[in-house]
């Protein structure tokens, strides 16, 4: 059996990230809630895709890559870390984008332009069509010009990647410990491309294996992610040699929270946002960990999560989307 840190990584962001207490939000829904805060990562404006890119970048430097290409949505925090992470190795990023071409570049659109991407944008109705094309017409464009190329998938959802929330269970419990606290009862995360979910899933049930994990999608059906993140799952624990077996029924989605698509706030989302800041201090962002938020909120009064239960919420970062969408934040 191998651990987490038997494999290749560069070191990007700042470890480990704290474990917070949020007592008032807590209090007021008669649960245990810590907050395990992956929006200080650090590198490249934070988030939960810098555990991955460790693995991933240390990849893409072994292979001598010159150009790393990834897909997003026009708010992807991936996308974002990406091209800071291929500028922080010398190479070049281009990043394929769903959405049209904005009329202006705010949140983490303009950090990807501050970073130097190259970005090309593609409608949203065609975008699950023309994306694989995209991505391998830019990779065939760089391989012409001598410069190998690497396609990160969306989200750097790989079982590579996965090993980053594999190591993030295992910070946590070093700090659980470190205060004498037992693990928590339930994990609540969002999903987008389901990497977090799966590496979190293999590493919890190494070390906490009575730890109930719930993905809040703000994406996809529950069926879909349920595939995904099992077999991702399967594939990062084998990558381990740890004797995991892994099916779909096993991971727990919860898909009503999506609001009307993905990258468009929610009402649910908008005010968790609100009460999230107004009682802890702490920013959520509309596309990501607000309706992971309202997800968790929701599950608690609809007791799927029970009162008193000990409960960790990953904030997987995501602030810069706050601004593009300070209009509808204001009107809500």
């Known amino acids: 059996m191998k651990q987490s840190n038997d494999f290749e990584r560069v070191e990007l962001g700042f470890f480990p990230t704290p474990l917070e207490r949020l007592s008032n939000l807590g209090a007021a829904l008669g649960i245990e809630l810590d907050i395990k805060r992956d929006d200080y990562t650090g ?8 555990r991955k890119l460790e693995y991933l970048m240390a990849d893409a430097c072994n292979k001598q890559v010159k150009v790393v290409i990834t897909t997003g949505g026009h708010q992807s925090n991936h996308a974002r870390m990406v091209a800071a992470a291929a500028r922080k190795f010398g190479m070049k990023p281009i990043l394929v984008l769903r959405g049209n071409q904005p009329e202006v570049y705010q949140g983490n659109l303009l950090l990807d332009k501050l970073f130097g991407a190259e970005l090309e944008f593609l409608d949203p109705e065609g975008y699950f069509t023309q994306i694989e094309g995209a991505m391998n017409a830019h990779a065939a464009t760089a391989e012409a010009r001598g410069e190998k190329a690497l396609i990160i998938p969306l989200g750097g959802a790989t079982p590579l990647g996965a090993l980053g929330y594999v190591r993030a269970i295992e910070e946590m419990d070093a700090q659980l410990k470190s205060r004498n606290q037992q693990p928590p009862q339930v994990i609540v995360a969002p999903t987008g491309s389901g990497g977090t979910l799966a590496g979190l899933y293999v590493g919890a049930r190494q070390y906490w294996p009575e730890t109930q994990i719930v993905g809040i999608s703000v994406s996809a059906k529950a069926a879909w992610f349920q595939d995904k993140i099992s077999t991702m799952a399967q ?8 004797p995991q077996q892994w099916a779909a029924e096993d991971i727990w989605i919860e898909d009503g929270f999506v609001g009307t698509a993905y990258g468009v706030p929610s009402p649910g ?18 596309i990501y960990t607000g309706k992971a938020m309202h997800g968790l909120i929701s599950l608690v009064e609809q007791g799927k999560i029970q009162a008193g ?24």
């Open 269 to 286: 989302g908008i005010e968790a946002i609100y009460r999230v800041a107004q009682a802890e201090g702490v920013l959520l962002d509309p």
């Open 309 to 332: 239960a000990r409960v960790i919420f990953v904030h997987c970062g995501g602030s810069p989307a706050l601004y593009p969408f300070a209009k509808t934040l204001l009107e809500h």
């Open 235 to 242: 594939d990062c624990a084998d990558l381990l040699e740890w």
């Open 43 to 50: 590198f490249g404006g934070g988030g939960n895709k810098v």
